[in-house]
């Protein structure tokens, strides 16, 4: 099964909320970083304004509910998109 990773912060879904092509988004919610797909994730510069403010903002889990016990901020930035860090 393909992953697809948030813009903003890097975690992985199981589908692309992008579209199969990458170019139709559904204007949902990320879970960890609250970006909303279509909007805060549309370019490469907006992906990095919003990771920043998620950043200095302390990271919080915008479903704090999901975040997982072992959660690992740097090995999830390491899976953004190489064209978005």
């Known amino acids: 099964m393909s992953t ?4 903003v912060c890097g975690l992985d879904y199981d589908y692309s909320p992008w579209g199969p092509q990458g170019d139709t988004p559904d204007y949902g919610t990320c879970e960890c970083c609250g970006a909303q797909f279509g909007v805060d994730d549309y370019s490469v510069a907006s992906s990095r304004s919003f990771r920043q403010q998620w950043l200095s903002g302390g990271t919080a889990w915008f479903y704090p509910n999901l975040k997982p016990a072992d959660w690992q901020l740097e090995s999830q930035l390491s899976q953004i998109p190489a064209h978005y860090r």
């Open 4 to 7: 697809w990773n948030c813009r």
